[in-house]
Structure formats: C-alpha cells, structure tokens
C-alpha cells in the first residue's frame, strides 16, 4: 500500500514551455485534490475531483488543468509555464466517508525560468 | 469567508511543552485538523478534532477546541527535537468538495 505517490518529485520549466504532474493514489479514494504551496504560505487549492469524470475548480485554478479518467490518476496539466507558477505541488485524496482526513503525496517541486 | 491564522515561529527547549494556537473563522467547520510538515516532505495528519468536542487526547499530543472564541490549540508534552517541524492548523468548511483550508503553518523549533 504506497499510498498516494507523485512523480517528478523536482522538475525546472522554461517560460512557455508544457508538462503534467502525475499523482496515483492506492486507497480507493473517491476524492483527490491538488494543491500548489508557496514559500512561506499554507496550501491553495488548485482543482478538485469527487469521482472519476468529475472535477472542478478550486481558489487558483488559472494556468492548470486536471482529468480524472480513473479512480487512481489525476494529474496535472500546466500549459503555458509562467514564473508565477514557480511552487511546491502537493496532491492529496481521502475517502467519502468522515472525518475527511486527507493523505499527501510527498510534493512535486517546480521552478520555471 | 474562510481564513485560518497561526502564528509564525515557535522556539521552545527539549523535554518542555509546545503550544500552537490557531484560529479559524467558519464555524460550520465539521472537522479541524493538525497536520505536520518535515523539511522537503508531504504533509502528515496528526490528529483532528470533531466540532462537538471541547478536548482530544492521542498520546503526547492534547486538541482544545473553543468553538465560541473559534480557537484551536495543538499542545506538544516532552517535546523533542524530532518534533521540529511546520505545523499547520486546517478546517473543513465546506462539506461538498471536503477540500481543507489551512493556515500559514507555524514553524516549531526545539532546542536541546
């Protein structure tokens, strides 16, 4: 049981340039997140997914996109990479039952130049 | 609206007690929770609290929860340097999406 797992656990981006954030989580859970954390900050959250074929907006959104195809996966997609973008990037799901306790995957650490 | 606060730093000596305070502004939060974070790792919850509690005790760690004043207090016993770490206090208001809001974390250092 590995939990909730990320990959790549560092990664440097040009301005411009794509890439997705993978996140797996083990447990059966109905509902997975994303979170990004910024030096200094506590965690905002990104998107949301209730179910698989389900997501939706969290507070900062803008520049990332999510898909839930499965129970398991729910990566994250940024397009266009921007300096603003430059954080720590946490994924986390729990199960649908009280008291919503969320698991964390181990953070994906993204600098864009 | 939704807005958690702690405060920033910490410092206290190994074998005393550490007190993080914490407070929130949704009092319809269901659960409030303390989650620990160690240098270049996940978050990891430590315990929660059930809103229709005042107290919970889970080993080392005491939960006092003042629904009134919306204060949530984590207290550390015997504190040790493995205790060193960010903690951050986290609320979930809104029980549709169950995403938690946290707060800025407070930075705990033990000193031996």
């Not at chain 1, 996140?23 to 990004?36: A, F, L, S």
């Not at chain 1, 397009?79 to 698991?103: D, I, K, M, N, R």
């Not at chain 2, 993080?20 to 240098?39: A, F, G, H, R």
Request: charged share 20%; with cysteine; aromatic share 12%.
């Amino acid at each position: 049981n590995a939990g909730v797992t990320q990959t790549p656990k560092f990664r440097i981006l040009k301005i411009g340039q794509s890439m997705t954030l993978q996140c797996t989580q083990d447990m059966n859970h109905n509902y997975m997140y994303w979170y990004r954390q910024d030096p200094g900050m506590g965690l905002k959250l990104i998107y949301y997914s209730v179910g698989a074929g389900i997501t939706d907006k969290g507070e900062v959104p803008n520049g990332y996109n999510v898909s839930r195809s499965t129970t398991e996966d729910f990566p994250l997609r940024l397009e266009l990479a921007a300096p603003s973008q430059t954080s720590v990037y946490f994924c986390a799901s729990s199960s649908a039952g009280g008291p919503y306790e969320q698991y964390f995957g181990p953070g994906t650490r993204l600098t864009v130049t | 609206g939704e807005d958690v606060e702690q405060s920033l730093f910490l410092s206290v000596r190994e074998g005393d007690s550490s007190v993080i305070n914490c407070t929130y502004t949704d009092s319809s939060s269901t659960y409030l929770y303390w989650y620990k974070q160690e240098p270049g790792a996940g978050l990891q919850l430590l315990t929660y609290i059930f809103s229709n509690m005042d107290m919970k005790q889970d080993q080392r760690l005491t939960v006092l929860l003042n629904k009134k004043d919306k204060h949530l207090s984590l207290r550390i016993a015997d504190t040790q340097t493995g205790d060193s770490a960010i903690y951050f206090c986290a609320e979930s208001p809104d029980t549709g999406r169950r995403a938690l809001t946290f707060g800025s974390g407070t930075r705990l250092q033990v000193q031996p």
